[in-house]
């Protein structure tokens, strides 16, 4: 799964030159994390605009208005589960990052990685929505697949990375739902990794040292 990514550049330019300036682009972080509110880009009436949105619901179905929506969505099975079938052929997103963190398990200790392209930049991973219910508030899932054999050591899954000329088809309103499993199914790129600190582990911390290569055991707790 995807459980923490990173966006450190205000505004990219590979996306602002498409999609414009986003005021919510205003700091770096180094530690986006599941049910905090983070920029995405959507097809708002054949216009592609930025929003900004929670990472998940936990919202409880029982309660009034309440939707739960999960913070990963697998790209295998995304258009047969009745909780994504209309967000995938209706609600797709691009979440603008620039890396993401899986952890290695050995034994019984979980050790983080640092994921980015092998010549870093900023890239799109590609998302689905859902209207929540609650309090005007929209929740996105990050759509995953099976890890690239580059990674698979690490963990056997990755995130879902948009190639740059699929972007407009990807949001696409009447893309047909075979095309959409094409560009699920298409070549994802070279990624790098390396381990970092386990600081990462607890999203109240934030900051660039958190990206600083480490190696060996860690304490697990902060």
């Known amino acids: 799964m995807c459980g923490r990514y990173t966006l450190r550049e205000n505004n990219p330019e590979k996306f ?30 054949n216009r592609h605009i930025w929003t900004s949105m929670q990472w998940g619901s936990n919202q409880s179905q029982k309660e009034p208005g309440g939707k739960f929506f999960p ?24 979440i603008p990052a620039d890396g993401w963190f899986e952890w290695q398990q050995v034994e019984s200790q979980k050790y983080p990685f640092y994921h980015q392209l092998l010549k870093p930049d900023t890239f ?19 759509l995953t697949r099976a890890a690239s054999p580059d990674i698979l050591h690490i963990h056997h899954r990755a995130p ?7 972007w407009t088809s990807w949001m696409q309103p009447d893309i047909k739902e075979s095309e959409l499993l094409d560009i699920i199914k298409v070549k994802q790129p070279k990624i790098d990794t ?17 990206l600083l290569p480490t190696t060996g055991k860690q304490a697990l707790l902060f």
């Open 16 to 45: 602002t030159r498409r999609y414009g300036p986003f005021d919510g682009l205003q700091k770096p972080r180094y530690n986006r994390a599941p049910g905090q509110a983070h920029p995405v880009i959507i097809d708002r009436g």
């Open 124 to 142: 799109a991973i590609g998302g689905i929505w859902l209207d929540t219910g609650q309090d005007e508030s929209c929740a996105f899932s990050v």
């Open 71 to 94: 913070i990963n969505a697998r790209s295998e099975t995304v258009t047969k589960k009745e909780i994504f079938s209309i967000s995938i052929r209706q609600s797709r997103c691009l």
């Open 194 to 210: 390396f381990q970092v600190s386990s600081r990462v582990n607890s999203s109240r911390n934030e900051g660039p040292e958190l």
């Open 160 to 166: 879902l990375i948009i190639p740059r000329e699929l």
